[in-house]
């Protein structure tokens, strides 16, 4: 089984195409996609999938008829499929139900599952089909560490043409074998799991950086002895036309004759020199505008920081915590003082985003100085987010758009749109915190919607962020780097616990 695309382009009506003359060839096993938000990568799976036209070039099967799955990054409705996996009772399905742990009784309440509950749903029912090709779209969103080890499993047995669009390194690293990367109108695919192919990209583009400087140094060197070779080319032209006008008494008419050929042809020599070098120098110079290098928005982001006035910037100290009529903690005291650095982790569905938004009831700073980013935002927030920053005065406006570039938004682009997309809302909210100097991040699942190089560039931040900082995530490695303790929630209690982290944010923890 195989999936081949010959110069695949697509563009929305006279748009910029967001896929351009992708050739590559998928074999079974597992591929990524990455690249930065908003570059093509949901569009290409679409391609792939059938569910977009292609402006140019192929989409093939081999075979033509082999089956096709695709799970799109949302899980809303309770689908079809979805409720004929769960009702199925043949032995595929039965070993799935049991190694993503779903119970047939839990779609009755399908709409309070969690999101990361739902997610296995319905990756559960796409591998039930066993397609020849399944594609997967974020499949990891919203999940604990435990249903990401679950689903990783059921990924693992799967033996066809794997799709995941995916910004989760430890997915892409412990599942994938080749990457796709999309940028800039381009598809390309290169052998390795993502950190291995992240390290090849990097290398390539080192060398061609080089070969860039080195054609600069070249064209440099050309352009000064072309100079040297002018001034002098000009002299021996003066030269001549004087030796012209002038001839010695004492000058023979056959020696007058002899330097002045041999002036001419010095003079014809370098012109034939400046030539040649002129040449060379444009021929360097065309050669260097064939390079085209990625403008990186992202830089390190540095907060002006002032602490906040009090030590203790969230408190809850309730006997039982509860969503609606559900019981789900008991007995919790909980304090975050303002230089935490605090891990909240427990299975999907437990109440970790319950027991956020219990925090921030607790708070003793004001609301303007936190920063609630929840697991979803509505369109509606990301659009009155926007107006918001429009509406800033000069120099904090200013502010929060470099904040946006520095997470790899382009601030003008931004401004100019009507809506931002999931992504560019989550980033510009990150932006809205930072740039108000807020005193506290209360986080949940601030990866989500996030490309690759932001979430590097957000690891960075949350590292050097000075406040209060209170996250829930699956992301191990932005979780070892950021946090110094953990609250896990387990069977109604909060264990709370050193996380063994060892980088630069334990030194924030506040000693009082």
Known sequence: ????????????????????GA?????????????????????????????LEPSEGLVQF???????????QTVEAMTPAIEAFSAATDGVARRLHGELRLEHADLSRWPTLSPGERKRWQVGAALYEEPAVLALDEPTDHLDAEARELLLAGLARFRGVG????????????????????????????RGPYGEAKRSWEAEERERHDEYERLKRKRETLARRLADKRRLATAATTQINAGSRMKFAHDHDATFKGKAGKARMASARLSADVGLLRAGVERVSEDLAGFRFRKEKGRS???????????????????????????LLEDVHLAVLRQSRIRVAGPNGIGKSTLLKAL????????ARLLHLPQELTAGDGVAMLDGVRELGGAERGRVLTLVAALGVDPVRLLESKSPSPGEA??????????????????????????????????????????ALVIVTHDEQLAHRCTAEEWRLSEGRVEIRSSGQSGQAGSYRAQE
């Open 1 to 20: 089984m195989f999936v081949r695309l010959s110069n695949l382009s697509f563009a929305y009506a006279d748009s910029v195409p967001i896929v351009a």
């Open 62 to 72: 081999d075979p033509p008829a082999a089956s096709m799955q695709l799970c799109p």
């Open 360 to 367: 921030l009831g607790g708070a003793h700073v004001p609301a």
């Open 23 to 51: 050739s590559f060839q998928l074999a079974p096993g597992w591929t990524g996609i990455v690249g930065p938000n908003g570059n093509g990568k949901t569009t290409l799976l679409r391609l792939i999938a059938g569910e």
């Open 163 to 190: 799709i995941v669009v995916s910004h989760d390194r430890a997915l892409l690293d412990s599942l994938t074998a080749y990457t796709v990367c999309v940028a800039d109108g381009a598809a390309r695919i290169w």
């Open 426 to 467: 989550r980033k510009l909210a990150l932006a809205w915190g930072l740039g108000r100097q807020v005193w506290a991040l209360v986080l949940d699942e601030p990866t989500n919607h996030l490309d690759m190089p932001a979430i590097e560039r957000l690891e960075d931040a949350l590292t050097e962020y000075p406040g």
């Open 301 to 327: 982001i540095f907060v002006d920081y002032v602490a906040a006035p009090v030590s203790k910037v969230l408190t809850l100290d309730v006997p039982k915590l509860s969503a609606g009529a559900t019981p």
